[in-house]
């Protein structure tokens, strides 16, 4: 086999005083932050389908990067050229896993059978590679979007033939999922919303979104798949309502289905600020109703309102996602994937690399900050003091269910009180986190 990336090799890590491009500054896997190494705080994952597969197009203009496996020619060879570069990419960055979805890894064949063959024959040859790289799969997908058959949606489509394909891709994708050793499958409903009501029955493709969900959970419990099951918010594009808005919105949807206690959720960042929250806003959201699974760490554009899959930058941002991340022990099966991908104009093979490390080093050194948050305590001693008065009797009171309305009332007419308002000192805090960047 060739080598694809002839210029670059394994990147190290040199430390922050480096002014290697091709080198980690933040990045020391083996480095222990509270406890445990960096490594196993990130979980990076690279994602298959922007990072090999990404071609440069945009709604007017088409491919502008260019790959040997994105030429002409038979597709099952091709992608085998493309899993032997993506191994290769693999390797050199030194992360530890990876994500696809069914048809970046293997072709769509004639029929849903023929592409089934091609997911299986296709994994068989990554499973090799997986062993001998140690590389590992954080999840699998089913692309359930890009075919014309599914322009009504897949689970939610009016059709329930289109329904009933659906299932059987996901089949197919959970099963390849499981039999390569994935901890998770992520299932993101890119055409499950509508355009318009005036052809839509909300409240049947709801139930049908449901149903599918319940199936998913029952396969996986039949073929005993350990992994997690993660839904990806995002409330828009390519439909113009998704189902799956945001934490909260699948949140209530899965405890209306009864599945809150099997599927989690993976966050992502470009998902949140197009939902109009920020990032930690998801986290400490899905954190705090016990279904944050695992995170897509791609942001957005400030000054653009789609998804555009840009590679994290800013550390400060990072460091506060972070810091909820930790705060609620950190991702069990999840890992930080990256679903981004490089710009148009990038494309030189190395430029996958720069935008990697860069997105790595930012993460890592999110983590170093955000640990710093937690190891000060300085944050939570100041929520900590906000809440104390919870832990009086009155707040006891409310919770063990010991003062009705009409106590509360008492307490406050007869007792003559007034509450005093206190300085939530926003500005004092905001200064305290910039001293750790
Ligand atoms: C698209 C989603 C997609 C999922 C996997 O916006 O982020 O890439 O992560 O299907
Ligand atoms: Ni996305
Ligand atoms: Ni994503």
């Not at 993506?86 to 769509?108: I, T």
């Amino acid at each position: 086999m060739e080598p694809f990336f002839t210029n670059v090799g394994p990147i190290p890590f040199e430390g922050p005083d480096s002014n290697n491009p091709m080198a980690f500054r933040w990045y020391d896997r083996d480095r222990v932050v509270l406890g445990k190494r960096m490594e196993d705080h990130l979980r990076f994952a690279i994602a298959y389908w922007h990072t090999l597969c990404t071609t440069g197009v945009d709604p007017f203009g088409g491919q502008t990067i260019l790959r040997p496996w994105l030429d002409a020619g038979d597709p099952m060879a091709l992608a085998e050229v493309k899993l032997d570069a993506a191994f290769e990419f693999f390797e050199k960055l030194g992360v530890p896993f990876f994500c696809f979805h069914d048809r970046d890894l293997a072709p769509e064949g004639a029929s849903l059978k023929e592409s089934n063959a091609n997911l299986e024959a296709m994994a068989d040859k990554a499973l090799a590679r997986m062993e001998q790289t140690g590389v590992k799969l954080l999840w699998g997908t089913a692309n359930l979007f890009g075919s014309r058959r599914f322009m009504a949606g897949a689970a939610t489509n009016p059709d329930p033939e289109v329904f009933a394909y659906a299932a059987g891709q996901v089949k197919a994708a959970l099963d390849t999922t499981h039999r390569m050793g994935g901890v998770n499958y992520v299932l993101w409903g890119g055409r499950e919303g509508y355009e318009t009501l005036l052809n839509t029955d909300m409240k049947r493709e709801l139930n049908q979104l449901g149903r599918f969900l319940d199936l998913v959970v029952e396969h996986k419990h039949r073929i005993g798949f350990t992994g997690t099951i993660l839904i990806e918010p995002k409330p828009k594009e390519p439909t113009k309502h998704q189902y799956d808005f945001d934490a909260a919105a699948v949140h209530a949807f899965l405890h209306k289905y009864g599945l809150v206690d099997e599927v989690k959720l993976n966050i992502e960042v470009n998902h949140a600020t197009l939902a109009g929250h920020t990032f930690e806003h998801e986290l400490a959201y899905a954190a705090a109703n016990g279904i944050l699974g695992s995170v897509d760490v791609n942001r957005g554009d400030l000054l653009l309102g789609w998804d555009t899959d840009q590679f994290p930058n800013s550390p400060q941002e990072v460091a506060l996602a972070i810091y909820e991340i930790l705060r609620m022990g950190g991702l069990d099966t999840g890992g930080f994937n990256f679903d981004a991908k490089i710009r148009r104009q990038s494309l030189d093979p190395e430029d996958l690399f720069h935008a990697h490390i860069g997105g790595m080093d930012t993460c890592a050194r999110g983590l170093l900050v955000a640990a710093a948050m937690i190891e000060d305590g300085k944050l939570q001693a100041a929520v900590d003091e906000r809440y104390a008065g919870w832990n009086g009797d009155l707040g006891r009171r409310v919770f063990d269910g010991s003062a009705s309305l009409a106590d509360l009332s008492d307490h406050v007419v007869e007792g003559g009180i007034e509450p005093q308002p206190r300085s939530g000192r926003q500005e004092a805090l905001e200064n305290l986190v910039a001293r750790y960047i």
